[in-house]
């Protein structure tokens, strides 16, 4: 099947995931010579639940509005909007493709067998915040920011994939969502944007920060709830335990301050993001962390402190045939080689770049390279093969309901569905699916999706049994 071509210029390759409101592709801006992109695709129909209207002309005009808004964002740690529009019942934004690992994947894989480094916590801090100033100066609140928005970089800078549910704030009412709808990840989200108070203001995205900062702090949210009012009446009637109680060698001052970030009262956490960056900035001086560090670059990749250390390092070139990760609602894939089709809960590579999951024994470090050389020649029914080998490998090293493991549990459940092994598959689908309503609410877009895999599996098992 040719390659669909969209608005006359947009070649779309290959789905990269998919989320509650479309879909993100990969594919090639054929009017500039091939040029790399994702293109994500919104259903016109979902979002005109969402948005109070049922005229399709108004709703073209309200997504193009808030494009505009975003577009004229110009910071380094935002994935860059290169076009918008719409075709048939689709509206479509064009964007920058973006090398990396998610934010999430990165914390699973360098915070299993030893606390996520606090200089990394503290430089991934800094650099969101700094996108969070350049946000809210534009007018724009996120509404959404969490580790699955997140990519770090080879190069360690940090990059925010997605603005598509933000609000933009003014006079005029720019914003896709209706007032009042619940939207955005319920572990992250702030307690007046959950029980829908508006306006929900820039203090909603310290919120978020805060929670993500805590997590990667912890290796745990502030909150877990098995559904999203348990999370909510926590975060509205409860503080979070003490993070230095949980993580000792956290500085008492970035302690301090992500707690501050979590208040409940939005009045209690810091005026604004220009202020919270000054505050991670100055932890990052004192911490020697900040200015041109002596020596070359290190090669190491993934490192958030390099920005700081090496501001102006460049970067040595991606090998070639390396697939870079799209922006997208539910997907973090780390650079790799191509992958089958995602799903809206992602084909994370389970491996850092430098090789294997850190700290894995050889058995399981020799299976996951084994996994990359069959994921690049498209023998995908071998993959499943070991990955199901692989499975209790990980759980014996790292726990049943490690991070890690879930990583390789997706990319299983993907690559089953993705080979028609649908009775192999049911069982891990159904697993994720516990797994995450209990950490994110049985609303979050990737339970929504693998509710909507487990019913293909169902269907497809029932008409061939």
């Known amino acids: 099947m040719s390659p669909r071509l969209l608005a006359g210029r947009y070649e779309l390759a290959e789905p990269l995931g998919r989320g509650g409101m479309g879909e993100v592709w990969a594919g ?84 299993e067998t030893a606390p996520y480094p606090v200089a990394w916590a503290l430089a991934v801090l800094a650099q969101l915040s700094s996108v969070l100033v350049a946000v809210h100066a534009a007018g724009i609140v996120h509404r959404d920011l969490k580790p699955g928005n997140v990519m770090v970089r080879p190069d360690g800078r940090v990059t925010v994939l997605d603005l598509g549910i933000a609000a933009v704030r003014g006079d005029e009412d720019t914003s896709l969502t209706r007032t009042g709808t619940l939207i955005g990840t ?9 029980v829908g108070e508006p306006p929900v203001g820039p203090r909603a995205d310290l919120y978020a920060l805060g929670a993500i900062g805590y997590e990667l702090l912890t290796g745990r949210p502030p909150f877990s709830a098995p559904n999203a009012a348990g999370l909510l009446y926590k975060k509205l009637h409860h503080d979070p335990p003490a993070l230095r109680g949980l993580r000792p060698d956290a500085p008492d001052e970035l302690a ?11 009045a209690g956490r810091p005026a604004d993001a220009h202020r919270t960056h000054a505050g991670l900035t100055a932890l990052l001086a004192r911490h020697g962390l900040s200015g041109p560090a002596p020596g070359p670059a290190p090669d190491t990749p993934l490192d958030p402190t390099r920005p700081f250390r ?43 770049p430098a090789g294997g999951i850190h700290g894995a024994g050889p058995t399981l470090s020799a299976t996951l390279d084994e996994v990359k050389r069959l994921l690049a020649e498209g023998q995908y029914a071998r993959v499943a093969d070991l990955l199901s080998n692989a499975l209790p490998m990980a ?43 209990a950490e ?9 999706q693998l509710r909507q895999d487990e019913q293909h599996c169902l269907r497809s098992l029932g008409s061939y049994a």
């Open 28 to 111: 090639t801006d054929t009017a500039l010579g091939g040029r790399r992109i994702a293109v994500k695709l919104l259903h016109a129909e979902r979002l005109a639940s969402l948005s109070g209207t049922t005229d399709p002309e108004e709703l073209r005009r309200r997504f193009l509005r808030e494009c505009r808004a975003t577009a004229r964002i110009d910071h380094p740690g935002l994935v860059a909007v290169y076009d918008a529009g719409a075709e048939a019942d689709e509206l479509f934004l064009v964007m920058q493709l973006v090398d990396g690992c998610g934010l999430a994947d990165h914390l699973a894989e360098h915070g």
């Open 186 to 194: 319920p572990v992250y989200m702030a307690p007046e944007q959950g």
């Open 256 to 266: 301090a301050l992500v707690h501050q970030l979590l208040a409940r009262d939005p």
């Open 310 to 352: 090496h501001p102006m390092a460049p970067w040595p070139p991606a090998p070639r045939g390396a697939r870079p990760a799209a922006p997208g609602p539910a997907v973090s894939v780390a650079a790799g080689p191509p992958q089958p089709p995602a799903h809206g809960y992602g084909h994370p590579d389970p491996r850092t």
């Open 395 to 437: 759980a014996a090293r790292y726990g049943e309901t490690s991070a890690v493991v879930r990583s390789l549990r997706k990319q299983y459940a993907a690559t089953l569905l993705d080979t028609g092994q649908f009775a192999r598959a049911l069982p891990e689908i159904r697993r994720l699916i516990q797994e995450f309503t």
């Open 440 to 448: 994110r609410g049985p609303y979050d877009p990737v339970v929504a």
